[in-house]
T-cell receptor, first 116, second 115 residues
Framework: DGGITQSPKYLFRKEGQNVTLSCEQN?????MYWYRQDPGQGLRLIYY???????QKGDIAEGYSVSREKKESFPLTVTSAQKNPTAFYLC???????????????FGPGTRLTVL | AQSVAQPEDQVNVAEGNPLTVKCTYS??????LFWYVQYPNRGLQFLLK??????LVKGSYGFEAEFNKSQTSFHLKKPSALVSDSALYFC?????????????FGDGTTLTVKP
């Protein structure tokens, strides 16, 4: 059964704590992405990675960090520097096209993070 | 830079009527265009895409979209709406070319189909 898994589904964090969100895919996709979704604001790109051991900042990278040590895994750490981390976080992956760009994205079920 | 506009936050249609969800884009060079659907508290699901070729693309669940290069639009359509089509719809654009890994999503349009 192929796809993307995210864990946990719900996560609660105290202010000042770092927390790591897991994202794993078994689709053999090269590219992986992290998005933040807030009500009425659509998806905003946090980080993306086109290849193992390489990643780029998206539009709202401040207060977040990522790693891409394995093709299958792209964990996101929400640090204490992120001022308003309560949101729905979505991970996605996609395959590369011969043109050098990327195909449609497959999304995980999301992690809802709440800061207490 | 690339951007996507979905000019309508909300679209309401009656079941059985045709529906259109609008999308316009801005990108340097040739685009790849995508439509996704999201149900509450779920991840996005891919509906259809324009990569190259025929401007009219057909996708899942009876949806289709037409790529119009001169109007830089990629509107989502369905001839006969179902109540189960009610969801949040996102349009996305990716620039074609080497290392073009970043997609930009619109803010989404909530479609409500009433029985």
């Amino acid at each position: 059964d192929g796809g993307i898994t995210q864990s946990p589904k719900y996560l609660f964090r105290k202010e000042g704590q770092n927390v790591t969100l897991s994202c794993e895919q078994n689709l053999n996709h090269d590219a992986m992405y992290w998005y933040r979704q807030d009500p009425g604001q659509g998806l905003r790109l946090i980080y993306y990675s086109q290849i193992v051991n390489d990643f780029q900042k998206g539009d709202i990278a401040e207060g977040y960090s990522v790693s891409r040590e394995k093709k299958e895994s792209f964990p996101l750490t929400v640090t204490s520097a992120q001022k308003n981390p309560t949101a729905f976080y979505l991970c996605a992956s996609s395959s590369s096209l011969t043109s050098g760009s990327y195909n449609e994205q497959f999304f995980g079920p999301g992690t809802r993070l709440t800061v207490l | 830079a690339q951007s996507v506009a979905q000019p309508e936050d909300q679209v309401n249609v009656a079941e059985g009527n045709p529906l259109t969800v609008k999308c316009t884009y801005s990108v340097s060079g040739n685009p790849y265009l995508f439509w996704y659907v999201q149900y509450p508290n779920r991840g996005l699901q891919f509906l259809l895409k324009y990569i190259t070729g025929d401007n009219l693309v057909k996708g899942s669940y009876g949806f289709e979209a037409e790529f119009n290069k001169s109007q830089t639009s990629f509107h989502l359509k369905k001839p006969s709406a179902l109540v189960s089509d009610s969801a949040l719809y996102f349009c996305a654009v990716t620039r074609r070319g080497t290392n073009a890994g970043k997609s930009t999503f619109g803010d989404g349009t909530t479609l409500t189909v009433k029985p």
